[in-house]
């Protein structure tokens, strides 16, 4: 199988993965052909990804700071590797691939308990304003806090 | 099969449901047994009942007036009584059962395309102000309203 | 506020409960009032009694024995006491009541981390064969695993 | 705002759609940040995806024939161009980019009323043998089917 565009080695890309939220899959996720609905796994990718930033801090900035701006979504895609049934336990992976000016670039993984990969996905995140609709870019301090984040390469 | 306590005469009671919303079962709404997963029932409930407080202008009532009043549910009933597959065309009716002082009693009915009664429910919604937190009586021109469109007993 | 007529006394029937399943409430299931949506109160009960009848040994059960038995929802009721927002850890609590021929009342409760009742509800699940399409009796060695979790009272 | 990969021209593009599905955004779809959750955009275009399946025929021969083969996702992307709001009438545009050997590029629009782009999506879906878990190709009536509702370039 020929592997996604933001994916050059699926070993060395899956070892950068720091930080992992688990995910039980519920009985309302499957569907008819009797697997995880495609449709969940951005769930999972959404829970992961604000659990992510209220670990690293990012969370309570845009929560308490009285600039307004806000995180949106710009993008996001999946790549389904293996099928995922009921009642499986999931790691799902979130790391900082690319830090911009106002945006970053986040690659996610999920892992079965045997560790193989059963789905990947990345996505835009851009911090936008709510004043002018524009992205607002990163303070100093949340840069630093969102690259020292990041996978040393 | 007993009825549920809500019901005295299945035959009489959905006859007197005047609106109704259609609803094609999603794939991504089933479950691995093969048929609509129980908990979508109330997603469909929800989306009649607001779709008829939609038709009958009490939406546009909490959405432009000036006190801070909106709706809560305070419960929610469903019981099953046929399955439902993917793709099906189901009519949910929505008819207001009871007017309280600041409250409704809302009863809903799923039928297929042959007119079976496949799930029935009820719930009641309270109108509450955003300022106390408590019941905010319906006005003289809600309860007309509302009361207009209860079934002739 | 008046009570369920599932419930006596509220103080007396949550202490009643001795199974619990964590739920971290998601982004993706809050609604534009800001809150939990009330659709997946039903969401959390399906998933907590899954994974109470992994703990007893019933999902086991039905999923290797011969006879076609499998589990099928009756009705479900949610209360609803106290909002629920973005990121709350909730207990789900989960309680058989009664034990019928073929059939289980299910009694369910959420409690925040200050242990405050959110929301409440109650459920039949009926076991039926897949053949006729009828209620399934429990067997024996079911009926006693079954009572064997029920409160004392 | 630069155009996803798989968009030359998003005029041209958006006029190659000959087939679309209407959508109602519900309430339970939008989230705590007021607008349509990014994880629903994923529902729509699979329900639009099985709407398109079924009026060219090839639910159908899914379901009919003898040889096991079933559709799998392979891949999803969404890009987000216009928040969607509650209630929103959206039209979901589906159109086959590309059709090789055992799968389908499949890309998605959805207008709104004033026929503005709010998001747009691409995915493969693979037709997969449920014996050998590999690809199976078309057949012949398959392929004349699935070409003849491609947009004329």
Redesign the interface.
Known sequence: MAL?AYIENLETWTEEFAYFFPV?V???E??????L????T??YF??GR?SFF?QIGLMQEWMSRETNA?P?????????MKQV???EELRIGVKLNRVGTSSMDIHYVALNRKDEVCFTGRGTIVQVSKVTGKGEPWTESEKEMLEATMPQR
Do not use: M, Q, W
């Open positions: 996604p039980n519920r009985f309302s499957t569907d008819a052909f009797g697997h609905n495609n449709t969940n951005f769930v959404e829970h604000i209220k806000i949106v979504t710009a993008d996001l895609h999946c790549d389904y049934y009921f009642d």
